[in-house]
Each structure stands twice: as C-alpha cells, then as structure tokens.
T-cell receptor, first 114, second 109 residues
Framework: DAGVIQSPRHEVTEMGQEVTLRCKPI?????LFWYRQTMMRGLELLIY????????DSGMPEDRFSAKMPNASFSTLKIQPSEPRDSAVYFC????????????FGPGTRLTVL | RKEVEQDPGPFNVPEGATVAFNCTYS??????FFWYRQDCRKEPKLLMS???SGNEDGRFTAQLNRASQYISLLIRDSKLSDSATYLC??????????FGTGTRLLVSP
C-alpha cells in the first residue's frame, strides 16, 4: 500500500516567493496533520484536519501560512510570502479515527528559503 | 516549561549495551504515549505505544509513570542499526500529538 505522499521532496526558493507543499494521505485515513521540523524547535504541529475540516490551526505561525484540504485525498500548505526563517522540513501525516492515534508520516519536504 | 521534554543526547553506547531514555510531559490529562524512531533525513516512524502496565517488544521496553509524568524506553543488546533519534509523543487532545525534540542514540562497534 502507498504511504503518505508529499511533493516536492526538496524546494529551494527566494525570499518573498510563494511556496506550495502538497500531501496525499493514506486512503481511508480521516485525519491529516502538517508538521514543521527544525533543529531548534523540533517537530511542531502546524494544523490538522478531520474529514477535510480544519480542527486546530493554533500552530500556524502567522498569516503567511495557510492550509487547505479540498478533498479526502489532497491537502496543501502554502507560504506566501516566504522568509528565510521558514526553512525547515515540512511533514504531512495521516491517521485513522480509531482512537489508537498512530500517525503515519510522509517523507517530508525540505524547504530552503534564500 | 515545554509540554514534552527529552534529553537531546547524544547517547554513545557500544554494541550490546543497554540504554534507557526518559521523557517528561507536563499535561497530567494526557492519555496516550508513544515512542517514534527517526533516522537521519527520514520521517518519524512509530516504534511502539506505551501502555499503563508497561510493554515489551523484543529488545525494547516502554514504561509509563503517571505519578511522575514520564515515559521511558529501554533498549537491550543495542545494535548498530539502533542508531537513530528517538522521539517521544504525548496526546494533548483527541488525535493531537505533541512531540519531544528527540534523543539521539549512537551505537558504535
């Protein structure tokens, strides 16, 4: 079975540019999570969705970040405009609503903002 | 105080050694606890859940101490392939996990 799919795997952009990260969760999973990982702050939850509806976006750092989930098989995380401090690895994860809470992570997108 | 705290390490151990990591959490209402493993430049993967009564999976043993609000991971007979970063994770709400920053383990020949 295919796991969580993310694209692109690597993104290098210049400050001020728009960046769009994409995620396809595991089929049948009800929850989708966006995380950001840096050396300094570790793995931080940005936002998560349940059945395509955003449940908690308290981790989104500022208005430059937005996330959507138009259907059960696709989500985007957009940064506009990007800044060098946004450089990090962004992970998408999904899980089933079975109470067990195991989250399956995608391979991540390594973002570098110059 | 961070919600979940871990010693970043690194823990340097020889093959065959036993090593233990602790992770403390601040939310006494947390219900579910996990250990994830993350290899260099890879995604985190679930290693094991942590049950109230403690649980074992081969060379790995996880314990939960609710009174002191910490979880532990014990690795026996360390292998070179155990070298990785170990992240603890705690639920703070239904389906919402908070991760520690990880403990790095280096197993040497």
């Amino acid at each position: 079975d295919a796991g969580v799919i993310q694209s692109p795997r690597h993104e290098v952009t210049e400050m001020g540019q728009e960046v769009t990260l994409r995620c396809k969760p595991i089929s049948g999973h009800d929850y989708l999570f966006w995380y950001r990982q840096t050396m300094m702050r570790g793995l931080e939850l940005l936002i998560y969705f349940n059945n395509n509806v955003p449940i908690d976006d308290s981790g989104m750092p500022e208005d430059r970040f937005s996330a959507k989930m138009p259907n059960a098989s696709f989500s985007t995380l957009k940064i506009q405009p990007s800044e060098p401090r946004d450089s990090a690895v962004y992970f998408c994860a999904s899980s089933m609503a079975d109470g067990y809470n195991e989250q399956f992570f995608g391979p991540g997108t390594r973002l570098t903002v110059l | 105080r961070k919600e979940v705290e871990q010693d970043p390490g690194p823990f340097n151990v020889p093959e065959g050694a036993t090593v233990a990591f602790n992770c403390t959490y601040s939310n006494s209402a947390s219900q579910s606890f996990f250990w994830y493993r993350q290899d260099c430049r890879k995604e985190p993967k679930l290693l094991m859940s942590v049950y109230s009564s403690g649980n074992e999976d081969g060379r790995f043993t996880a314990q939960l101490n609710r009174a002191s609000q910490y979880i532990s991971l014990l690795i026996r007979d360390s292998k070179l392939s155990d070298s990785a970063t170990y992240l603890c994770a705690v639920t703070t709400g239904f389906q919402k996990l908070v991760f520690g920053t990880g403990t790095r383990l280096l197993v040497s020949p």
